[in-house]
């Protein structure tokens, strides 16, 4: 997109300032941690084995158990024997959508390949299953955590008040669902959310993380670290999930360069834990959540008004901002259609006509359909059916979903296949996707992170990439290029 | 939405298109064309132990 870079050097030009400081770009990226699990084995092995079984390829290549892949993503295998894959940074929710679906598919790989050599020693119907869910079957949460590369001056009070009330009552189209013995719930991690924002991950669980590492210019940017959501299976909903977080950071951070009221100043919340807990209880989306104190005139909101005073400024910021679009967000006229009639849909008491993306509602129809056809049906089967749904490796239930077209999906397989080797082309990851591949094709002995590519041998050279906007080659890395050969 | 049963098949033309843009499809309300047959292929492919299923996947925790 030649042009923008032109837009955006004037705007910076005009001003005095940096490039991306006056506009709306952001960098997106979501970390997905992986639930493992293996049946029908002759022997007992559990989930820890599994898990080093997947990543011994991994090993065998990097020397360790976390690295870099060639399309700029991050693989590794995080506490408690969770694989984890970290999508390279994107600069549209459709290129995040398409790096978090050639996860789903690397995970599926690494565990069919541990599966056939695990046959060989715990017999022939050994089945290794790969969850990209939140919960397991005795109450352990993982997470499905995204990130905003966000402009500094949006302070994290602001995020508190005005960016918590979206995340709370975001689940109404975002939610993967879950069953449980107390009755369905539309999100995978309500109940075991803590605090709205905190600095800790395993020991409370926030909904916004406020470890401060941008990875980018820590003067001009802040990583907005999002641990609230679901994974999500639905392309779609991860797409509107990502998509409409987007546009609700664009309004926040205009109003923060314009000042005056915000325009979600009426929805702070008194209690965001308990507000999802009782979103999450509620498919009529109609259930009251306590203001906070301060909100003048109303006490109360329902999920679905909430929903509608972000929807509101969202489409006001599309129209303001028409002419830009294409680089702000490309198909926001969609993302603002599909988010009004999930609302629309679910005040209607017709959630089910959402079955075809959002996850919570596929997963709903499907467990009401089942129950229909067995009325005895036990319950194991329902907690199966759920979890089969986010079983990446051995799972049918999705893949039939999708043969069935109950369920839409919005990238072509060879769109997956190719994010699979190639990072996204307009961001610094091109640059280390580059390095990856070329140190794995010279057997050099390399490292990497998010700012830095470091050669070992042949010889020792580092360079820095600290401009996430950036694909353009740097002197420094064209040199650590040159001398792998 | 009149036009849901007609999304599920795709003729080639518009594949491609879709391929090349990755534009979203303005509606993405699929219709499932039988549910009894999705109920179908899904309780063919579910393992038998539901209970050995759900049970087996118990993790350490993480984040």
């Known amino acids: 997109m030649p042009q923008l870079r032109v837009e955006r050097n004037d705007a910076g030009e005009r001003s005095g300032g940096h490039e991306h400081d006056h506009d709306f770009s952001r960098i997106f990226g979501v970390e997905t941690e992986y639930g493992v699990s293996v049946t029908g084995t002759e022997q007992p092995c559990d989930a820890g084995q599994v898990a080093m079984m997947m990543f011994q390829p991994v090993v065998s290549r990097a020397r360790s158990t976390n690295t870099y892949l060639a399309n700029g993503s991050r693989l590794y295998l995080d506490v408690g024997s969770h694989p984890e894959y970290a999508t390279a940074e994107a600069r549209t929710p459709m290129d995040a959508l398409a790096q978090d679906a050639a996860g789903e598919r690397i995970m599926a790989r690494l565990a069919l390949d541990a599966q056939e050599r695990l046959r060989r020693t715990h017999g022939e119907h050994a089945a290794v299953h790969v969850f990209k869910n939140n919960v397991d079957s005795s109450g352990h949460t993982f997470g499905c955590h995204e990130n905003y590369l966000v402009r500094r001056s949006v302070s994290l009070k602001t995020i508190e008040r005005e960016l918590i009330p979206f995340l709370v009552t975001r689940p109404l189209f975002s939610g993967a669902g879950r069953w449980t013995p107390d009755g369905f719930e539309i999100t995978q991690r309500a109940d075991f959310l803590d605090d709205a924002v905190s600095s800790a991950t395993t020991r409370s669980r926030p909904m916004v993380n406020t470890r401060d590492e941008p990875h980018a210019d820590p003067d001009r940017f802040r990583r907005l670290h999002v641990i609230i959501g679901d994974s999500n299976r639905s392309q779609a909903a991860t797409w509107m999930k990502l998509a409409t977080t987007h546009l609700v950071l664009c309004v926040i951070e205009e109003h923060q360069r314009r000042g005056g009221i915000s325009p979600f100043a009426s929805c702070a919340l008194a209690d965001p834990g308990a507000a999802i807990r009782t979103v999450s209880r509620d498919v009529t989306g109609s259930a009251p959540l306590a203001l906070a104190d301060d909100v003048p005139v109303e006490r109360e909101r329902t999920a679905l008004d909430i929903q509608r005073v972000y929807l509101a400024a969202a489409q006001r910021f599309v129209a303001d901002h028409a002419d830009d679009m294409d680089a702000i967000l490309p198909d926001a006229a969609q993302a603002l259609e599909l988010w009004e009639q999930a609302l629309d849909a679910i005040a209607a008491g017709d959630w089910e006509s959402l079955a075809g993306w959002v996850d919570w509602a596929a997963k709903l129809r499907l467990f009401n359909a089942m129950r229909r056809r067995h009325p005895d049906l036990d319950p194991a089967r329902l907690a199966q059916l759920d979890l089969e749904y986010h079983d990446v490796a051995n799972g049918g239930l999705f893949g039939s979903l999708t043969a069935h077209h109950a369920m839409r999906e919005l990238l072509s397989a060879d769109t997956v296949r190719r994010a699979m080797t190639e990072p996204p082309a307009d961001t610094r990851a091109a640059l280390r996707g580059a390095f990856v591949a070329k140190a794995l094709e010279t057997g050099a002995q390399w490292s990497c992170d998010w700012t830095h590519a470091t050669l070992m041998l042949p010889v020792r050279a580092d360079c820095e990439l600290l401009d996430p906007f950036s694909p353009e080659p740097t002197d420094e890395w064209r040199r650590v290029m040159a001398l792998m050969g | ?63």
Do not use: C, H, W
Not at chain 2, 7 to 32: F, L, M, W, Y
Not at chain 2, 47 to 61: D, I, L, M, P, W
């Open chain 2, 1 to 63: 939405m009149p036009q849901q049963r007609e999304q599920g098949q795709t003729n080639g033309a518009e594949e491609t298109r879709q391929e090349e843009t990755a534009r979203v499809a303005p509606q993405t309300d699929a219709q499932v064309d039988d549910l009894d047959a999705l109920l179908d292929d899904i309780e063919s492919t579910l393992e038998t132990n539901a209970e050995e299923y759900v049970n087996r996947f118990v993790q350490k925790g993480g984040e």
